[in-house]
């Protein structure tokens, strides 16, 4: 099956900083990639996804890369604030909506 | 606005006892999904089902199992707590007809065994 690792478990930054949080995942097969947010005491909420034919995909202060070669994808945030602060989960699925997730990166955005 | 809700917030059962975790989606969803969350581990599947009655385990279905009678609802249930269960348990639904994959979560249940 579907493993996906994820790194850092944690990270802190500056606000106004960027934050980078890496996933890799070990099926070839596996085409769609999104990424949760979870705040404290939330429910996950998806912030972005990318499917397998897209290397890039932006939404104004997040980015998400997929290099299909080297089977990883990454999770970059510009100019962070505070409200960034959150656990964040990334995936990966390559049939029937079934998902795989890596361990969480707790980031924290200090003001 | 897709919404779903789960029964409890917080559960407290001793050792033993069955407990039974209530998730009720109301956007037509064919897939809903039972996970827990545990520090580090991120969210484990336990048990998805794609329709009415169907069920599939998932990658730690041992000391569980579920039920989907009616298709907004989908039960998660533990026929003899342990204390290994103690985790947070969050159950997802999603839309099998559009190419969209989101799952949409609910609020979760933090589950303590005595």
């Known amino acids: 099956g579907e493993n996906v690792e994820q790194h850092p478990s944690t990270l802190s930054v500056q606000e106004g900083d960027s934050a980078v949080i890496k996933c890799t995942y070990s099926?070839?097969?596996?085409?769609?990639f999104p990424w949760y947010k979870q705040e404290l005491g939330k429910r996950p909420q998806l912030i972005i996804d990318?499917?397998?034919?897209?290397g890039e995909k932006k939404d104004q202060r997040i980015a998400v890369t997929l290099n299909k070669t080297a089977k990883h994808f990454s999770l970059h945030i510009t100019e962070t604030q505070p409200e960034d602060s959150a656990v964040y989960f990334c995936?990966?699925?390559?049939?029937?909506?079934?998902?795989?997730f890596g361990g969480g990166t707790r980031l924290m955005v200090k003001p | 606005d897709v919404k779903v809700t789960q029964s409890s917030r917080y559960l407290v059962k001793r050792t033993g006892e069955k407990v039974f975790l209530e998730c009720v989606q109301d956007?037509?969803?064919?897939?809903m999904f039972w996970y827990r969350q545990d520090p580090g581990l991120g969210l484990r599947l336990i048990y998805f089902?794609?329709?009415?009655?169907?069920?599939e385990k998932g990658d730690i279905p041992e000391g569980y199992s579920v039920s989907r009678e009616k298709k907004e609802r989908f039960s998660l249930i533990l026929e003899s707590a342990s204390t290994n269960q103690t985790s947070m348990y969050l159950c997802?639904?999603?839309?099998?007809?559009?190419?969209?994959?989101?799952?949409?979560f609910g609020p979760g249940t933090r589950l303590l065994v005595l």
């Open positions: 089902s794609y329709d009415v009655k169907m069920k």
């Open positions: 995936a990966a699925s390559n049939a029937g909506n079934m998902l795989t």
């Open positions: 099926d070839s097969a596996s085409n769609y």
């Open positions: 997802a639904s999603s839309d099998l007809q559009t190419t969209e994959e989101t799952q949409y």
């Open positions: 956007m037509d969803h064919e897939n």
């Open positions: 990318i499917r397998s034919n897209v």
